[in-house]
């Protein structure tokens, strides 16, 4: 017999994947939480239904929050990150020697747990020692923090259950206050192409821009989510989001799968029906 894990992307479109093995299934504190294994995808995560990484795709997702802020800014040392319980961020900014803090606010503990134990290829570096992980909610969180961060990254899970909170003007003006003057916000908003998707991508960006002065959004080719075309966030107080300063970054020497430069810049080139949704945001 034949088993699928099945995601519906709209009433009328759903993505299916072969699995070979049920790895993990529980319910926390906060939400229901699976692993499964496939033939095509490799391990991935689902959390209350929806799928949020695979082994195969995640390089592009977490790749993309993490560099195109870094190479903008090379000199960032202290990272906040909300949500995230997968690893796969902070994965990627422990590859830079000079990030010497990473806070980590993930809302369920049992996210973390299961990741490191069934996805250790995207949650290895979870015990870096410059890694601080708050079990709390992120939205109270970051309303104590002031001028204290060099990049704050938003990996959060879609505009409901426990992240809902995370998709809010006061949310994105507690970033803006807690990020120093060169500083960064990265989140993740989705995809345009789906009707009910596009909506919430385009509040998430309004609170984005409304908190920062510099705002902009970015792409990316993610194949496991809905539409494939991801999108992601920029806000910045001083930085502009591609400047001629970032092929520094390639002589850092890190070995990417999807990320380069040249790439960096063509991401924030959006199509023009992406361009109307954002400025009508």
């Known amino acids: 017999m034949e088993l699928w894990f099945s995601e519906n992307h709209t009433e009328n479109a759903r993505m299916s994947i072969k699995v070979s093995r049920h790895l993990y299934g529980a319910q926390s504190e906060f939400q229901r939480i699976d692993i499964f294994d496939s033939p095509e995808f490799g391990r991935f995560l689902v959390l209350d239904g929806v799928m949020m990484m695979t082994e195969k795709d995640e390089f592009a997702y977490h790749e993309m929050m993490v560099h195109v802020p870094m190479a903008i800014n090379p000199g ?12 796969g961020v902070v994965r990627e900014l422990a590859r830079y020697p000079g990030i010497t803090r990473m806070d980590m606010v993930e809302i369920d503990p049992q996210v973390v747990t299961v990741c490191k134990e069934y996805l250790p290829q995207t949650a290895g570096a979870l015990d870096d020692s410059r890694l601080t992980i708050y079990y ?35 949310f994105y003006g507690n ?15 989705g995809s345009p192409y789906y009707a009910n998707d596009a909506a919430a991508m385009a509040r998430a960006y309004g609170k984005l821009k409304g908190a920062f002065p510099i705002a902009s959004a ?34 850092l020497g890190i070995k990417t799968h999807y990320y380069n430069t040249r790439l960096h810049r063509g991401a924030f080139a959006l199509p023009n029906y992406v361009t109307e949704m954002l400025n009508n945001a």
């Open 175 to 189: 970033c803006y206050n807690g990020l120093r003057e060169n500083g960064i916000c990265v989140n993740q908003l």
């Open 218 to 251: 970015y792409q990316a080719h993610i194949p496991t989510y809905p539409s494939g075309h991801w999108l992601f966030g920029f806000g910045s107080k001083t930085l502009a989001s591609a400047t001629d300063d970032i092929d520094d970054w390639n002589t």
């Open 136 to 170: 709390q909610d992120g939205l109270k969180f970051i309303r104590k923090a002031q001028d204290a961060y060099d990049l704050i990254i938003v990996d959060s899970t879609d505009p409901f259950g426990p992240g809902e909170g995370l998709f809010t003007k006061e």
């Open 76 to 87: 960032i040392q202290s990272v906040l990150i909300i949500g995230a319980g997968d690893g």
